[in-house]
């Protein structure tokens, strides 16, 4: 029984409490993701990531772990302002298994599936701000996106978490523009052993560590990721566009060693500061706290301008999948 009105967001919230209506937003490998809305407050929305409950036992048991590292980690990082929240988890009730079968097509693999309600970012992801901006984001947004991000990896290197898969299309944004973290489905416990020789991270944000594989990663490997997005953000182009592990390493020498001349030449308010997340020796690639003291981010900024995506640009672009 609902007991008090609260500000909407503020307090966890249990999946019986949300309507059973759903509304796809989002699908995955692991399973896909639902638009869920409370009975008692309207307009508090959920976003109910649910799991494949596969039978092909190796399957299975991925699905298994990536819900528990996902669960793991966000039970840890609970209300920071910068990071998706977990409101409840668990295994799926009957009445919402009903209806997720009968309104879509993947229903039936939600069978005894294990559920994650998450608070809901409205605003979309960073993936389709990029796209929908004309040559990247200005300057200014770039900015404040950079601060709310390197505040949450700083909170996350704080708290022993690797976040493992930060991209735009990982990060997304609530319809206020607030910048949150979220899909911690690759997320480790520094020091954890990582199965499968040690990849994480999708290709063109990888850290050259992880490219070879030399075990155990740090927090720094979020922090190459972060330097990536930031030039993404700014030049809506990948900054490693390439598809094997030996282009990627000849293209980070390149980088590295002053070879390309391009890099950042255009934006050279942010070139050390990018540049800095870039280096290729772990113990000399900043941090996220270090980061955050970097004269860019400490001087004020004016708040960012929302822009919505036009819908017939997110028709043209087809999905997630395709490259920037
Ligand atoms: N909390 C959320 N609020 C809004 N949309 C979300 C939320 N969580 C996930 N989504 C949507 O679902 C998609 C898939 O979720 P994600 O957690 O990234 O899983 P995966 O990438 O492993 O499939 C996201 O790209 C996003 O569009
Ligand atoms: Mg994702």
Partial sequence: ?????????????????????????????????????????????????????????ERGVLEAQNFEREQRSLERVKNSEHIVTLWDSGQLSPDFFDVLK????????????????????????????ILASENGLEPQVVISYAKQMLSALAFLAQ??????????????????????LGDFGFSYVMGEKIPQ???????????????????????????????????????????????????????????????????LASEIIFKGFIENMLVEDVSRRITAESALGDPLMTSPVPKPIVRMVPKELLKKFDGKQTAL
């Fill in 102 to 129: 009968s309104s879509n097509s993947d229903g039936k693999n939600f069978r005894h599936g294990r559920f994650l309600l998450l608070s809901y970012c409205g605003g979309g992801d960073l993936f389709e701000r």
């Fill in 197 to 263: 020789g040690g990849r994480i991270q999708s290709r063109y944000y990888m850290a050259p560590e992880v490219i070879r594989g030399q075990v155990p990663y740090t927090s720094a490997i979020d922090m190459w990721s972060a330097g990536c997005i930031l030039y993404t953000c700014l030049t809506k182009e990948l900054l490693f566009r390439v598809a094997n592990d030996s282009d990627h390493l000849i293209l980070i020498k390149s980088l590295t060693e002053g070879r390309r001349k391009d890099f």
């Fill in 1 to 57: 029984m609902f007991q008090k009105k609260v500000i909407a967001g503020l307090r966890p919230f249990a999946l019986s409490e949300f309507k059973v209506a759903v509304e796809k937003i989002g699908q995955g490998s692991f399973g896909a993701v639902f638009l869920v809305e409370s009975k008692h407050e309207p307009g508090v929305f959920g976003a109910l990531k649910v799991f494949f409950e596969s039978k092909l036992h």
């Fill in 159 to 180: 708290k022993q978490i690797i976040h493992g898969d930060l991209k735009p299309e990982n990060i997304f944004l609530t319809k206020d523009n607030v910048l949150k």
